[in-house]
């Protein structure tokens, strides 16, 4: 395994739109609206997650975490975009060059308002506030893993938390244990018995069935549970 500072992560091309746009549960049109912005009946639309228009379909790791973030604050917080936009409006002038905030910082929720993490503590853009990390609401995005303040693992699905992505581990191909989880699919579609593959890839039998549940999944396989 390859070791780069957590710094240079973000930057590391992994997915093409596609790719990115499966593993993150999103549709293709939706994710490319947040990298690409869009024209909509006689109106632009500014890219959410770039600063400037562009047809760049390859992801790098930090826009596949702030991709994550856009996610769950929509789907599962229900934030309007507006208010997402302004958001990420003032953390960018309070981190000035700062390219991947939201894959740089902890975003938290405070009562109503979104907060992010700071070296001075939390804050909040709404009221210009700091507070105690002890002093709010849990840390919203529990599926990101941080090294030295920059994402550097995420955990796809609540359902089957053992499945990883690491940037620097199999070119951020979803894994279990160091093993892909597409890997231990294909060779149970070819026959191999749960047993043998735990054998083989020195897995527990219930690492390999998550391993196989996640893939099904990620295919279309079973009926999709809530991410």
């Avoid at 024209?39 to 639309?45: A, E, I, L, P, R």
């Avoid at 562009?54 to 599962?76: H, K, M, P, S, Y």
């Avoid at 804050?123 to 920059?150: C, H, M, Y």
């Amino acid at each position: 395994m390859s070791v780069v500072a957590p710094e240079k992560l973000l930057d590391q091309p992994l997915y093409d739109l596609a790719e990115a746009a499966r593993l993150l549960d999103v549709p293709d049109g939706t994710l490319r609206f947040w990298l690409h912005g869009k024209q909509y009946k006689g109106s632009t639309y500014l890219p959410v997650l770039r600063e400037a228009r562009n047809r760049d379909v390859v992801v790098t790791w930090g826009e596949f975490i702030e991709a994550a973030v856009l996610r769950q604050l929509r789907r599962d917080e229900r934030i309007p975009m507006r208010a997402l936009r302004l958001f990420m409006f003032e953390v960018a002038q309070k981190f000035p060059g700062l390219r991947y905030p939201l894959a740089s910082e902890r975003v938290y929720r405070n009562g109503g308002a979104l907060a992010i993490e700071t070296l001075g503590g939390i804050w909040e853009p709404a009221t210009g506030t700091n507070f105690d990390a002890a002093s709010v609401e849990a840390d919203l995005l529990n599926r990101i893993e941080w090294t030295k303040q920059v994402a550097s693992a995420y955990r796809p699905s609540s359902e089957q938390p053992l499945v990883r992505i690491e940037p620097i581990r199999k070119h951020g191909a979803p894994t279990v244990e160091g093993v892909r989880t597409a890997a231990i699919f294909e060779l149970r579609e070819a026959g191999e018995e749960v047993a043998q593959l735990a054998d083989e890839f020195r897995l527990g039998p219930d690492v390999v069935e998550e391993a196989l549940r996640f893939e099904r999944r990620l295919r279309g396989l079973t009926p999709v549970a809530a991410a």
